[in-house]
C-alpha cells in the first residue's frame, strides 16, 4: 500500500516541477501578463459557447471557475487551456435536448451528469494507461470531423442572425433550410445589422493587430449600444441576468436512463478532445523543449472534468485557440491559470450585471469568428499528397457527420468503423518484397529501385507482425514468388521484421514449408527473433524442420548455399562472395 501511494505521489503532483520558477520575477510578470490577455479576450468568447450549448450564459463561468486551473495544477502541459470550448458545447446541446427540451432547467442538471460521465470515461483511460489508444485515432479523420462540426456550429447560428423560428427537426440540414426559408419574408433586419457590424468590427479589429482583444472590445461596443439604445424594447434578443455569485458545490442529477442516452456523447468528448488536447500539448512543448505526458495530461482532464460536474458546469476540453493565445503571450508555467481563476472568480462577483445588455447577435458574430478558425484545409490537402485512404475516409467521415448533424452516434459509428476497416486492410497486406544488392552493394526492395535479380536464389522480407489477419496473404504472396521463377532453388525468408506471430501465423509457416520442399526447393530462414525461435520450439516445429536452417546473418545462409550448390546457383545478386 505504501508503495502504490508513492508511484501515484508524482501523478498527482506535477505542478512541482514548475512552481519553484515563481520565485524568478521575470516568469511570474509573464505568466500574469499572459492571462490577463488570455481572459480578456476569450471570456466573452466562452460565454457565446455555453450559448451555443443551450445552457445560460453563466454556466460558461461555472465550467471556467475551478476546471482551468485543476487541468493546469495536474496535467503535464504549462500551457495547455481547459476550457469550454465550441465542438463540445454543441455536443452537449445536441444531446440533451432529446432528454431536457421539455424543461429548461434539465439543461443545467444533465449538462453536470455528462461533464461526470466524461469524467468516468477519462478516469478508465487513465486507470488502464489508455492515453495510448488516441494514437488509433487518424489526425486527417479528425480534421474532417472538426471541419463538419465547425460549419454545423456556424449553421446553428442562423436563427440568432436573422431572428426567425428554427422548428425542431431530426437532421440539421433541415433546420438550416427552414432557418432560410423563414428569413426570405421575416428577417429582424436590426438583429441582422448587429450582427452584421459585430463580425465587421471584429475583422477590422483583427485586421488592426492581433494582439488586441477584439472579442472583448466588439461585446464592450455592442453592450454599451443595447443599454443606451434600449433595443430591446425593438425586439432585439439580449442576454438578460446573469447571477453575481462564485459556483457552489452540487452533486450532478444522477439518473440512470439519462446517463446511458448520454454515455456515447461523453465517451466521444473524452476520447476524441483529449486527442485534442494532447495534439494541442505536444505542439506547444516541442516548441517550448517541454516534456508532456498523455497519461498525465489524463489526469488534469479527468480531474477538471469531475470539477465541473460538482460545480454546475458542462464538459471542458484542451481548447486550442485558448491555448495558442496562451502560448503566443509566453506563459512560462501552470501558474498562469491561477489568474484566471482570479478573473473570473471577479467577473463572476462584480461584472455579471454588465452583461445583461449584450445582444444574442454579438455572441453568434463571436462564434462565426470562432469556428472560422477551425476550419482547416491544409491538412486535408496534405493527407491527399500523402495516403489517399485518410483522405477517404476523412470525407466520407465529414459527409455522415454533416447529414446526421446534430445526432452523434450515426457519424461516429461510420468512423470508427472506417477507421477499423482501413485499420485492418493496411495490417492484412503489410510490406512483402524480394531484396536484391543495388549499386552500392546494399540489398534493397528489387521491384521498386529495379534491381537484377537471381533465377536460382530468391531473399524475400517481410515486415510486421504475422497473425490471422494477414497470414493468407503472406502465405498467397510467397506462393506467387515461387512460381514466377520456374528455376528457383533455395528460398531465403528474412524475418527479422516479425516481431509477432500467433497460431494462424505459425500453421502457414508449417504449410509453406511443406508446399515448398515438395516441389524440390529448399526453404531457409535468416535473423529470426528468438520469441519468434521460442513458439516454434513449443510447437515441436523443429521435430520436422531441420533447426539448422535458420540462420543468425544473411552472410551465414549464403555461404551456406555457396558451399552446397556450388555454381549450380547464381548469388552474384546478393553477396560479393
Not at 300 to 315: D, E, R, V
Not at 403 to 415: Q, R, S
Request: aromatic letters at 16%; glycine letters at 2%.
Amino acid at each position: 500500500m505504501k508503495n502504490l501511494f508513492i508511484s501515484l505521489v508524482p501523478r498527482f503532483t506535477p505542478f512541482k516541477s514548475w512552481i519553484w520558477e515563481l520565485k524568478d520575477k521575470n516568469v511570474l510578470k509573464a505568466d500574469i501578463l499572459a492571462w490577463i490577455t488570455v481572459a480578456l479576450v476569450l471570456i466573452p468568447q466562452s460565454m457565446a459557447y455555453a450559448q451555443l450549448a443551450w445552457l445560460p450564459a453563466y454556466i460558461w463561468l461555472y465550467a471556467s471557475f475551478l476546471p482551468v486551473i485543476i487541468a493546469a495544477f495536474f496535467g503535464s502541459s504549462r500551457q495547455l487551456s481547459t476550457w469550454p470550448v465550441a465542438i463540445v458545447s454543441l455536443m452537449t446541446a445536441a444531446a440533451l435536448e432529446p432528454i431536457a427540451s421539455s424543461n429548461p432547467s434539465w439543461f443545467v442538471a444533465y449538462a453536470a451528469l455528462l461533464a461526470l460521465l466524461v469524467w468516468l470515461f477519462q478516469l478508465f483511460l487513465w486507470l488502464f494507461r489508455l492515453g495510448i489508444i488516441v494514437n488509433f485515432l487518424s489526425h486527417p479523420v479528425v480534421v474532417w470531423f472538426t471541419n463538419a462540426w465547425a460549419l454545423i456550429i456556424a449553421s446553428s447560428q442562423l436563427n440568432k442572425i436573422f431572428w426567425v423560428a428554427a422548428w425542431k427537426w431530426d437532421h440539421q440540414y433541415q433546420i438550416v433550410y427552414e432557418v432560410i426559408k423563414n428569413a426570405i419574408s421575416g428577417t429582424h433586419l436590426l438583429t441582422l445589422m448587429i450582427w452584421a457590424w459585430s463580425l465587421l468590427v471584429l475583422f477590422i479589429i483583427k485586421k488592426i493587430s492581433s494582439k488586441l482583444p477584439g472579442v472583448l472590445i466588439t461585446v464592450a461596443i455592442f453592450t454599451i449600444i443595447s443599454y443606451y439604445i434600449k433595443f430591446k424594447t425593438l425586439g432585439w434578443s439580449v442576454i438578460w441576468e446573469i447571477p453575481s455569485w462564485l459556483p457552489g458545490f452540487a452533486l450532478p442529477a444522477l439518473d440512470m436512463d439519462k446517463a446511458m442516452w448520454l454515455i456515447s456523447t461523453a465517451m466521444t468528448i473524452a476520447l476524441v478532445w483529449f486527442m485534442e488536447a494532447i495534439s494541442i500539448a505536444k505542439w506547444m512543448a516541442s516548441q517550448s523543449k517541454q516534456k508532456v505526458s498523455a497519461n498525465q495530461e489524463l489526469v488534469g482532464q479527468w480531474l477538471a472534468n469531475i470539477a465541473s460536474a460538482f460545480f454546475s458546469g458542462y464538459p471542458v476540453s484542451g481548447s486550442f485557440s485558448r491555448s495558442a493565445v496562451n502560448f503566443s503571450a509566453w506563459a512560462r508555467t501552470g501558474f498562469s491559470s491561477i489568474v484566471t481563476w482570479i478573473i473570473v472568480a471577479l467577473t463572476l462577483l462584480f461584472l455579471t450585471p454588465l452583461m445583461y445588455h449584450l445582444p444574442q447577435a454579438t455572441l453568434a458574430a463571436v462564434i462565426i469568428m470562432a469556428v472560422i478558425n477551425l476550419i482547416k484545409i491544409e491538412p486535408i490537402t496534405h493527407a491527399f499528397k500523402i495516403q489517399k485512404h485518410d483522405w477517404i475516409v476523412g470525407i466520407v467521415t465529414f459527409i455522415a457527420t454533416l447529414y446526421f448533424a446534430p445526432n452523434l452516434e450515426e457519424g461516429i459509428i461510420i468512423w470508427v468503423i472506417l477507421s477499423l476497416g482501413l485499420f485492418l486492410y493496411r495490417s492484412m497486406k503489410p510490406t512483402f518484397t524480394e531484396l536484391s544488392l543495388n549499386e552500392k552493394w546494399v540489398l534493397k526492395d528489387a521491384k521498386f529501385f529495379n534491381l537484377k535479380i537471381s533465377d536460382t536464389v530468391g531473399l524475400y522480407q517481410f515486415t510486421g507482425p504475422l497473425y490471422f489477419a494477414n497470414a493468407g496473404y503472406f502465405e498467397w504472396k510467397l506462393l506467387w514468388f515461387v512460381a514466377d521463377k520456374p528455376k528457383l532453388k533455395v528460398l531465403i525468408l528474412d524475418l527479422e521484421s516479425v516481431q509477432e506471430i500467433d497460431a494462424t501465423g505459425q500453421e502457414v509457416i508449417e504449410n509453406i514449408v511443406d508446399k515448398i520442399e515438395k516441389t524440390w526447393i529448399e526453404i531457409l530462414f535468416c535473423r529470426v527473433e528468438p520469441k519468434i525461435c521460442t513458439v516454434f520450439r513449443n510447437v515441436d516445429f523443429f521435430a520436422h524442420y531441420d533447426k539448422s536452417k535458420i540462420f543468425h546473418k544473411r552472410l551465414d545462409a549464403f555461404n551456406y548455399i555457396k558451399e552446397k550448390y556450388k555454381k549450380n546457383v547464381d548469388l552474384k545478386t546478393l553477396a560479393n562472395i
